[in-house]
C-alpha cells in the first residue's frame, strides 16, 4: 500500500471522526446550496470508508452521483472533472475561513477522486509539501539521467512521491511520463502497459501547464512507438521544439524514434546535428551512437565508443559489439558481450545480442542456453520482448520462429519492432514475405507523414 493509500484510508483516524467532519463541512454556508457538490463529498468519502476507493472512477461518478445514463463517456462529457474542480476549490474556501480549527481535514488531490483524510496536527503547510515535492523531483531527475533499469524504477518511484506531495506541479507530472516512456523505449518494463501510464502522466501535465515540451515529448514517443502514428508523433515533437527552442531534446527524440523507423535517414541525421547545436540533452551520445548503428556506420559506432563521456556507460560497449557484429568481426563481438555480462548479469540487452552472435558463429549449443535463460526468466515473471528472443532466433537460422516472435513482438507493441526496416541484425530475414507484411504495418501512416509534411 503507497503513502497515499494510507492517507486515503486513514488508518490513524476513526470512522465516527471523519463523518464528524463531513457533518460540519455539509451544515457549513459554503456547501448549503450546493447539492451536486453535497452528494460528491459523501459519495467518495463514502466508497472510500467501505474500501472501495478503488473504484471511484469518472464513470463511476457520473453515474451514481449524478445519475448519468449506461451510455455516459467521460471523454466527450466533462461535467465531473469539473464538479471534482469545484469542490477541491470549496474546501479550501471551508478551512481557510470557518473551518480553520476542525480537528481533521479532508482533501481531494488533484487528478484524483479519493478523499484524502489527515489529523490537523499531522498536516503539513503548503510549503512543507511543496519543499518535499520539489526535492523528491530533484532525486528524481538525477537517478533518470542514469538510464539503468534499476534508476529508472527508483526515479518512477521519487516522481511518484513528488506527485503525492504536490499534485498541481506540472513538472513532477511530466517527469514521472518521460521516465516512463525510457522504460518502455529500453524494454524494461511491458509496452503494452506502460504507454497508457505515459499518455496518462502527459495529459495531466498539460492540463496544468499547456505549454509544457516535455509533456509533447513523452506524447510523440507514446504516438511513435506504441500505434505507430508517424503524423501526429511528428506532430507532437514539433510542438515540444516551439515550447523549448533552445533545447536539442525535441531534434534528438524526433530523430531517433520518429524518423529513423520510417527510413528519413538524411533529415534524421539534420535533427541530430542541430540537437548538438542546442543545449545537450539526456541520451544525446547514446542517440547518435544508435543512429550511425542504424545506418550501417559501423566504424563511426566505433569511433564515438571510444571517446563517449555519456551517463549510461553500460549501453557503449554493447552499441560497440552491434557495430563490430556488422563489420564481420564476430568473435570480438562474442568476447565483449561475454565480458560484459560477467560483470553486469542482468542486463537486458546483452544476452539477446550474444545469443544472436552465438548463432552466427555457429556456436549453437551456447545460442540454445541463452534461448532457454531468456523464456526461463519469462516464466519467472520478468518481462522479455518477443523481439529479444527472436534475435537470438534468427542468429540461429531459424527463421519461422523468428517471424513467429516478431508478430508476437508487434501485438504487444515493443518499441524494437520499430525499428525492424533500420535493424542489421535482422538482414536475413528481409526477404520473407511476412518480413514484408509486418514492415508493411508498421510504416502504414508513412504517405499521411510525407504528405503532412510535403504541404507544411
Known amino acids: 500500500m503507497s503513502h497515499y493509500d494510507k492517507l486515503a484510508g486513514a488508518e490513524d483516524l476513526s470512522t465516527e471522526a471523519i463523518q464528524s467532519e463531513v457533518e460540519r ?7 448549503a446550496r450546493s447539492k451536486r457538490l453535497r452528494s460528491l463529498l459523501e459519495f467518495t468519502v463514502a466508497q472510500t470508508l467501505q474500501g472501495n476507493a478503488d473504484t471511484l472512477k469518472e464513470y463511476v461518478i457520473g453515474t451514481e452521483v449524478l445519475k448519468k445514463p449506461d451510455t455516459y463517456d467521460p471523454r466527450s462529457d466533462s461535467l465531473v472533472r469539473v464538479l471534482a474542480c469545484r469542490l477541491r476549490v470549496k474546501l479550501k474556501e471551508y478551512y481557510s475561513n470557518g473551518g480553520a480549527e476542525d480537528p481533521l481535514v479532508i482533501e481531494f488531490p488533484k487528478g484524483k477522486y479519493v478523499p484524502r483524510f489527515q489529523r490537523r496536527d499531522q498536516l503539513q503547510t ?3 509539501r511543496k519543499l518535499r515535492s520539489r526535492n523528491s523531483y530533484s532525486m528524481g531527475k538525477f537517478l533518470a539521467a542514469k538510464f539503468n533499469e534499476e534508476s529508472l524504477a527508483a526515479a518512477a518511484e521519487q516522481f511518484e512521491e513528488a506527485i503525492e506531495a504536490d499534485s498541481d506541479w506540472s513538472l513532477a507530472h511530466a517527469g514521472l511520463a518521460n521516465v516512463y516512456a525510457l ?3 529500453l524494454g524494461f518494463r511491458r ?3 506502460v504507454w497508457p501510464l505515459v499518455r496518462a ?33 511528428d506532430l507532437h515533437f514539433q510542438k515540444a521544439m516551439e515550447r ?10 524526433r530523430a531517433l524514434v520518429c524518423l529513423i523507423p520510417i527510413g528519413k535517414i538524411a533529415e534524421a541525421q539534420r535533427e541530430l546535428r542541430r540537437a548538438h547545436e542546442l543545449a545537450r540533452a539526456p541520451f544525446l551520445e547514446e542517440a547518435a551512437g544508435l543512429i550511425a548503428y542504424f545506418t550501417q556506420q559501423h566504424e563511426e559506432v566505433l569511433r564515438l565508443s571510444e571517446h563517449s563521456t555519456g551517463a549510461s556507460g553500460a549501453w557503449w560497449p554493447w552499441m560497440r559489439s552491434c557495430a563490430l557484429l556488422g563489420l564481420g568481426r564476430v568473435q570480438e563481438a562474442i568476447g565483449l558481450l561475454e565480458r560484459q555480462r560477467h560483470h553486469e548479469p542482468q542486463r537486458t540487452r546483452i544476452a539477446p545480442t550474444l545469443g544472436f552472435a552465438y548463432g552466427v558463429a555457429g556456436q549453437t ?9 531468456l523464456r526461463e526468466r519469462r516464466e519467472r515473471g520478468a518481462w522479455v520482448g518477443n523481439y529479444d528472443v527472436a534475435l537470438i532466433e534468427t542468429g540461429l537460422g531459424n527463421q519461422s520462429a523468428a517471424l513467429a516472435l516478431l508478430h508476437e513482438a508487434l501485438r504487444e507493441r515493443e518499441p524494437a519492432v520499430a525499428f525492424l526496416t533500420v535493424d542489421p541484425r535482422m538482414e536475413s530475414l528481409r526477404a520473407a514475405p511476412e518480413f514484408s507484411g509486418l514492415i508493411h504495418r508498421i510504416v502504414l501512416m508513412e504517405g499521411e507523414f510525407e504528405s503532412r509534411n510535403a504541404n507544411a
Open 183 to 185: 522504460q518502455a523505449f
Open 126 to 128: 503548503e510549503v512543507e
Open 244 to 253: 523549448d527552442s533552445y533545447s536539442g531534446a525535441g531534434h534528438l527524440w
Open 191 to 193: 509496452p503494452r502497459e
Open 365 to 373: 549449443e551456447q545460442a540454445y542456453e541463452l534461448r532457454a535463460e
Open 201 to 233: 502522466q502527459a495529459e495531466a501535465t498539460l492540463h496544468l501547464d499547456d505549454l509544457s515540451s516535455e509533456a509533447h515529448l513523452a506524447l510523440g514517443t507514446a504516438y511513435a512507438l506504441l500505434d505507430w502514428r508517424w503524423s501526429d508523433a
Open 25 to 31: 463541512i455539509l451544515s457549513s454556508e459554503k456547501f
